[in-house]
């Protein structure tokens, strides 16, 4: 939070890795605590990770799900060239959410209407 409040007092347009090691004491409720903080707080752009887990480096980070997990919870877009992208990609839908044009019936059932 120290960094990206000095970020913003500086204008500089950055972002941040919500993550820790292995041998930390933290879980992931601190990391979806600290990222809705973040989110909250207008942070520019978070880190993503694929499963979330940094095998080479050793820590737990945010996956690509979580940034558009908040992104809804928080009801942000996505940058306006990012989102131009995302829509002639077909993966906008109507309500601005990045969903694919198409999904298997058992992964839909999980998805909010």
């Given at each position: 939070?120290?960094?990206?409040?000095c970020?913003?007092?500086?204008?500089?347009?950055?972002?941040?890795d919500v993550?820790y090691?292995?041998?930390?004491?933290?879980?992931?409720?601190?990391m979806?605590?600290?990222?809705?903080?973040?989110v909250?707080?207008?942070?520019?752009?978070?880190?993503?990770?694929p499963?979330a887990?940094d095998?080479m480096?050793g820590?737990?980070?945010?996956s690509?799900?979580d940034?558009?997990a908040m992104r809804?919870l928080?009801n942000?877009r996505?940058?306006?060239?990012f989102e131009a992208?995302?829509?002639?990609q077909?993966?906008?839908d109507r309500?601005g959410?990045?969903?694919?044009?198409?999904l298997?019936?058992?992964f839909?059932?999980l998805?909010?209407?």
């Amino acid at each position: 939070m120290e960094d990206h409040f000095c970020a913003k007092l500086m204008g500089v347009p950055m972002g941040v890795d919500v993550c820790y090691t292995n041998h930390a004491e933290a879980d992931q409720d601190d990391m979806d605590a600290l990222l809705a903080l973040l989110v909250a707080a207008g942070v520019n752009f978070v880190m993503g990770v694929p499963g979330a887990d940094d095998i080479m480096l050793g820590y737990q980070s945010t996956s690509f799900h979580d940034a558009l997990a908040m992104r809804e919870l928080f009801n942000r877009r996505p940058a306006p060239e990012f989102e131009a992208w995302l829509s002639r990609q077909g993966l906008l839908d109507r309500a601005g959410r990045v969903r694919p044009q198409s999904l298997p019936g058992h992964f839909r059932a999980l998805l909010p209407a």
